[in-house]
């Protein structure tokens, strides 16, 4: 049996600066079981299987894994699969409005200034972290109490734990623990000064399944309700362009966008980069 592979640069502002992505289809087939060991084998933070919808809404349905379960919601997997699913339909131009079905739900994408956006999903948990889970991150950054400005659970799905820094170059300059024992997911934003291309820099952090902390290239879930958040503490006022990935080489740029109604959509630029057969199940 064979299906059909798409290798997708996701928020990347030059070749291959993104976040790579593995989108499979064909794969009705495949058990849960053998989408999480593909999903290890491209050792890619998330992989995602492209399905027929089961809602009358929807589009198309997605299943999004990392490497050691399945997610709800993840915002570079979303933008990935939907380049995907549009250069396998060849849907037309007119059409610049689309929803994915997913474990969360329903997802808005559109086609915004030819980027494809997602509409920003509702957290499922919110509100401050306890002084222990605060302790916790604080060890884990290696940074001092003083340091952190504000930290919110911001999770929409991968379960993020925010964290706001006054600066870029505080965001820059964090170099957490390689290892920790337990579950951990950590977003950090600090502002970029005035002038500069991108509002803030922003990092992601978290666990693998065997306790590796590993950080994320770029990162559209994290994106998403960190916006919300600036929004919602008065911290962000207007759109703006957010970068990640600076630290590993990449140029991730993430492009913020609050509509008239207040929904927040979350951009970036996809590329196909290599495309093929999947032999072996």
């Known amino acids: 049996m064979s299906f059909t592979l798409h290798m997708i640069d996701v928020f990347g502002s030059a070749p291959a600066s993104g976040n790579p992505l593995a989108v ?30 089961t809602h009358p809404q929807a ?22 699969s939907c380049h995907a699913w549009l250069s396998v339909h060849g849907v ?10 997913c474990d969360a739900g329903l997802i808005a994408i559109r086609n ?11 957290l499922i948990r919110s509100g401050m972290p306890t002084p222990a889970e605060l302790e916790e991150v604080r060890q884990f950054l290696g940074i001092g109490a003083g340091d952190i400005l504000d930290a919110a659970w911001i999770d929409n799905g991968p379960g993020w734990l925010g964290i706001r820094l006054a600066s870029a170059e505080q965001v820059l300059a964090l170099n957490p623990v390689r290892n920790w024992l337990g579950r951990i ?28 902390i590993i950080e994320d290239p770029v990162t559209g879930s994290l994106n998403a309700s960190l916006a919300q958040w600036l929004f919602a503490t008065g911290v962000a006022e207007k759109d703006y362009i957010a970068a990640q ?37």
């Open 24 to 53: 499979i289809t064909g794969a009705d087939n495949l058990t849960t079981a053998e989408m999480q060991q593909l999903t290890r084998w491209f050792n890619l933070s998330e992989t995602t299987f492209l399905l027929p919808p």
């Open 59 to 80: 589009d198309y349905r997605i299943r999004i894994f990392s490497l050691d379960r399945e997610l709800p919601f993840a915002g570079h997997p979303t933008l990935g």
């Open 92 to 101: 037309s131009d007119d059409k610049t409005s689309f929803v994915q079905e």
């Open 112 to 122: 915004m200034q030819g980027r494809l956006s997602f509409a920003a999903p509702l």
């Open 185 to 212: 997911d950590v977003g950090v934003i600090g502002p970029h000064t005035e002038g500069k291309d991108t509002a803030f820099e922003v990092r992601a952090f978290f666990s693998d399944h065997l306790g590796a």
């Open 245 to 281: 990935g600076t630290r590993l080489g990449r140029q991730g740029r993430i492009y913020i966008n609050r509509d008239d109604s207040g929904e927040i959509w979350v951009g970036g630029k996809t590329h196909i980069l290599a495309e093929g057969q999947l032999y072996g199940f």
